[in-house]
DNA sequence: TGAAATAATGACAGCGCTGTCATTGGTTGT
DNA sequence: ACAACCAATGACAGCGCTGTCATTATTTCA
C-alpha cells in the first residue's frame, strides 16, 4: 500500500503544484507553504487538512521553485579525498561524475541494494522526485527489464555500461571482455598449463557469459578439451570463489590453473589454495579480472585483466548528456580495449607435471 | 589567473544574473540565453560580446532558475548496486545519503585528488556553482584550515568527519579510536606478545594520533617498555606499510606482532612478511584497522578494528541538516564504540619465545 | 463588554531563467 | 529596386514556490 507508485493517469498529466493542493484543501497556497514548511502559526485542523490535500494528491513540491524563490538550497555537498585505489562502482563514479561536469548537469545517486522487492517503487520515487533528465545504469541495473520498461514509460532516457541484451537505440558502452578472457587463458596456457578451471560470475551480468567465452576459445584454439568439471558457477562474491575453488582443488586432478571471473573470486581461490597449503604459483596459478584494489594487495599479488571502467562511464554518460541536449548521437562503435596485467600469481608449469 | 576566484566584491554582493550579462553585452536577455544554450541564430559578433560579459562577470546560470523555467532538469541518475563490501568513502558516501533523503536534501560530490595545488579554487567553484547550503568534510579534508576559512567566509556551514583538530561551534564525529586502539593492543599483549611493533599513519590524520596513543597506553598498563625503533612512519597505503614492515622484520630482534594503523598497511605487512618466508600468525601477528574489504579477502584474513562509518556519517550529516532548518543543535555528545575484530593474523605467542 | 494583543490566514510580488511569438534587419532573386 | 524571404533579436509571460506585509479571526485582560 504505501510503497505503491502514484496513480496511473498522473504520470502522463503534471505533476501537482502547490495551487491544486490550496484548492483542495480551501486555504490560499501560503498556508500550504507554511504546512509543508513546518512553519508554526497554522491552526491544527487546518494543518490536517491540509495535509490530507497533500497526501491524496501525492504532492511533492517542486524543488527548483523552491530554490528560486526562497534563501534555501536543499543540497550538501560531500567534499572528500578520491582514494588512489577504486572499487568498481567508485570508478563509474567518477567517470559519470566527470561528464556530468564537463556538460554542466548535475550527478545524483541511487544505491540499492539486491534483491529488492521494491526495486521498482524505489527507481519509480528517485526518479520523479529527484526529477532527472536521463539515467546511467551499470551492470546488472541494465538488464532489468522492468527498469527499462518504467524509463521508457516516462520517457527517460537512459545510458547502459556493460548491459548483456541489446536494447534498440542503443547508448551503451562495451569493452573487449571475451577478447581479454581468451588472452588471459591463452598466457597461462603459454606458461604451460593444459588443466585449466574456470570460475563464472554471477549470470545476471553480461560479462560472465563474456568471459566464459573468451576461456572455452582460447581451449579450443590450443586443441584442450573442455571438461565441464574443470567450470564451476560462482556469483562474483569471494565467498562462492572460495566454494568453487573448493570443489576444483577437491577433484582427483585438478587444475594446475585458475580463471576467476572477478578478483574476489580469485582471492577467495587463492584464500582456499592457501588454506589447503599449496602454494601460488608453485601448485596452482590465477588469474582475476577487474584489477581491483585486492588484486594487488593480496599475496602473491594477483595477474588479471584491467578494465577502463573510468573511461568508459564517462564516455557513455558524455553521450547521454549529448543526447539529453538534442544532439543527434550514434552509438559508440567500439568496445573498449582491456589489458592483462601480468603479476605473481601466476607461473610456468614445471615439467614433471606432464607426467600426470 | 584562470583559477583564481571571483573578485572580492562578488562573494558577498549577490550574483551576476542574466540580466547583468545583457547590460553589460548590449543586447536582450534572450540573446543571452541564445548564447549560453549554443542556441544557434545570433550572430557572430553578438556572441563574442556577450560570451565577453559572460567572462567579466563570471556569470553562472542560475540552476534553479533554468530547471523552473525550462523543460529540463540538467541532472542524471545513477542507479547502482550498492557492493555488499564498501571502502571507506562508500559508507561515509551511504551514510550521507541516507541522511540527506531523510532530510530532503540532495547530495552533491566533489572528488578531490590530494595534494591538490589548486584545492581552494576547486572547492570554491565547486561551493558556488552548485549554491550548497553545507558541506561534509570527511577526513582529513576537516582539518585544511584553507577550507574551513572559505566555508566560513561564505557563512556555509560544515561537518566534519573524525577531524583532528577542535573548531568551537563543532559539528564534528568522532570514534573511540585510541580505545579501540588499546584494545588491540592489549589483545596481542594476552597472546603473549611482547615485542610489538607499530606502524603510524598518514599525519594529517586524526586517527593517526589516536591509533598511536592507544598502543602506548596499553604498553604501559602491561609494563612493557617503549622502544622507539619498533615504531615506524607510514601513510596508510599498502607500500608505506610494506615499507614499514621491511624495516621492523630487518631488526635483529623483530616483533612477534605489528600493530598497522590501518587495513592497507596491514596488508602490506603480510605481504612482506610473505615475501620473507614467514608465517603468519605462527611467526607474526598482524593488526590493522577499518575492516574494509581487504581485511577478509586476504590470507590470512585480518584481525582489525571496525569503526561504524556508515552510523557517523549518517548521524553527522543529519545534525548538519537539522542546523540547516534552523534548528539549534547540539554537539555530538559520545563518540561512537568501535571494536576489534579478530580473525586469523593473529595467535598465541609461542612459549620459546619467552628466552629470547 | 470593549480595546488591545496575538494568532491565523491571505494577497501579491518576484526569484532568474526559457519558451513563444512578434519584430527588425539583411539577403536573394528578378 | 522591390518583393519575398530568412536570419537575428527582443518583449513578455510564466514556471512554482517563499518572503513580506496586510488583513482577518481569536484570545486576553482590564
Redesign the pocket.
Known amino acids: 500500500m504505501k510503497n505503491s507508485v502514484p496513480p496511473k493517469a498522473q504520470s502522463k498529466l503534471?505533476?501537482?503544484?502547490?495551487?491544486?493542493?490550496?484548492k483542495l484543501a480551501?486555504?490560499?497556497?501560503?498556508?500550504?507553504?507554511?504546512v509543508?514548511?513546518l512553519?508554526?502559526?497554522?491552526?491544527?485542523?487546518?494543518?490536517e487538512r491540509v495535509e490530507e490535500a497533500v497526501e491524496a494528491l501525492d504532492?511533492?513540491?517542486?524543488a527548483?521553485?523552491?530554490v528560486?524563490?526562497?534563501?534555501?538550497f536543499y543540497v550538501i555537498g560531500l567534499i572528500y579525498e578520491n582514494p588512489n585505489e577504486f572499487s568498481y562502482m567508485q570508478k563509474v563514479l567518477n567517470g559519470a561524475l566527470k561528464a556530468c561536469e564537463a556538460g554542466g548537469y548535475t550527478l545524483l545517486l541511487l544505491p540499492l541494494t539486491l534483491p529488492n522487492p521494491d526495486l521498482i517503487d524505489d527507481v519509480q520515487r528517485f526518479v520523479s522526485q529527484s526529477r532527472l533528465d536521463g539515467v546511467v545504469l551499470p551492470a546488472p541495473l541494465g538488464d532489468f527489464s522492468e527498469i527499462q520498461r518504467l524509463l521508457n514509460e516516462l520517457n527517460i532516457p537512459y545510458a547502459r555500461i556493460t548491459p548483456k541484451t541489446e536494447a534498440g537505440d542503443d547508448l551503451s558502452v562495451q569493452c573487449h571482455d571475451e577478447q581479454a578472457s581468451f588472452d588471459v587463458t591463452q598466457f597461462l596456457i603459454e606458461q604451460g598449463h593444459r588443466r585449466l578451471g574456470f570460475i563464472k560470475g554471477d549470470p545476471i551480468h553480461g560479462a560472465t557469459e563474456h568471459r566464459y567465452r573468451g576461456y572455452i576459445r582460447a581451449l579450443q584454439a590450443a586443441g584442450i578439451g573442455l571438461h565441464s568439471e574443470f567450470v564451476r558457477d560462482g556469483m562474483f562474491s569471494f565467498e562462492s570463489g572460495k566454494t568453487a575453488a573448493r570443489a576444483l582443488l577437491d577433484l582427483r586432478e585438478p587444475p594446475t590453473a585458475i580463471v576467476a571471473s572477478n578478483d574476489d573470486m580469485a582471492a577467495g581461490t587463492i584464500f582456499e589454495a592457501r588454506e589447503r597449503g599449496l602454494s601460488i604459483p608453485g601448485d596452482l596459478s590465477v588469474v582475476g579480472f577487474d584489477d581491483t584494489p585486492i588484486a594487488s594487495h593480496i599475496w602473491p599479488p594477483l595477474t588479471t585483466v584491467r578494465q577502463p571502467i573510468v573511461e568508459m562511464a564517462e564516455a557513455i554518460t558524455s553521450l547521454l548528456i549529448r543526447r539529453l541536449k538534442g544532439e543527434q548521437v550514434e552509438p559508440l562503435d567500439q568496445p573498449f580495449a582491456c589489458h592483462v596485467v601480468t603479476r605473481a600469481s601466476t607461473g610456468i608449469r614445471a615439467a614433471e607435471d606432464d607426467l600426470a
Open positions: 503534471k505533476a501537482p503544484t502547490i495551487f491544486d493542493v490550496a480551501g486555504v490560499s497556497i501560503k498556508t500550504v507553504s507554511r509543508i514548511n512553519e508554526s502559526n497554522v491552526r491544527a485542523s487546518t494543518r504532492y511533492r513540491p517542486n527548483a521553485a523552491r528560486l524563490s526562497g534563501k534555501r
